[in-house]
């Protein structure tokens, strides 16, 4: 065997020792070996749906708040051309401020955070940690316009980003 060969095989033996010592001081010092694989909720936290639905698969009552008639249908018609399912439209027995006011409970956080683009993130939200369904309500507010554009809604998606969690919820992984 050469010098050179030699060499080679020497180097290389020790490329390998230093992985193996990486990989072994890399899993010891591993800091998430404490995390549950299914998730779960601290005691007295509720599990929260924080997964970002398509539209199909978000569901919404529409109120109108405002003196316009008709308001109500006009937007539930613009929602269900987008394809997500309205389960009610009608008048709010209380005006609310500005475009819009997204209320809505632990298993439609992902849902209201999707909907807040199609109002290009100028939605108030209110979130009900009592709620049990998975329903956004929208109550249209003086300063409603009109939907976001398709084009619009995607770069309102992209600059919203992923949910947090509400105060007294957890992402317990229901995905």
Do not use: W
Request: one cysteine or more; proline letters at 6%.
């Amino acid at each position: 065997m050469t010098f050179a060969r030699v060499r080679a095989l020497v180097v290389l033996a020790v490329l390998v020792v230093a992985a193996g010592v990486f990989i072994v001081v890399a899993l010891v010092r591993d800091s998430q070996s404490s995390v549950s694989v299914t998730g779960g909720c601290p005691a007295g936290y509720v599990p929260a749906n924080l997964k970002l639905p398509e539209a199909k698969d978000i569901k919404i009552r529409v109120f109108n708040s405002t003196d316009r008639p008709g308001l109500a249908a006009e937007v539930s018609n613009d929602f269900k051309n987008r394809q997500v399912q309205v389960i009610k439209e009608g008048n709010s027995g209380k005006a609310v401020p500005g475009v819009v006011v997204l209320r809505y409970g632990p298993k439609a956080v992902g849902a209201a955070h999707v909907m807040r683009s199609f109002f290009l993130n100028q939605a108030k939200t209110e979130f009900n940690i009592k709620r049990q369904d998975d329903v956004v309500d929208v109550v249209i507010g003086p300063d409603f316009r009109q939907l976001a554009t398709p084009t619009e809604f995607n770069q309102s998606v992209s600059a919203l980003q992923n949910p947090e969690p509400p105060k007294g919820t957890c992402d317990a992984g229901i995905h």
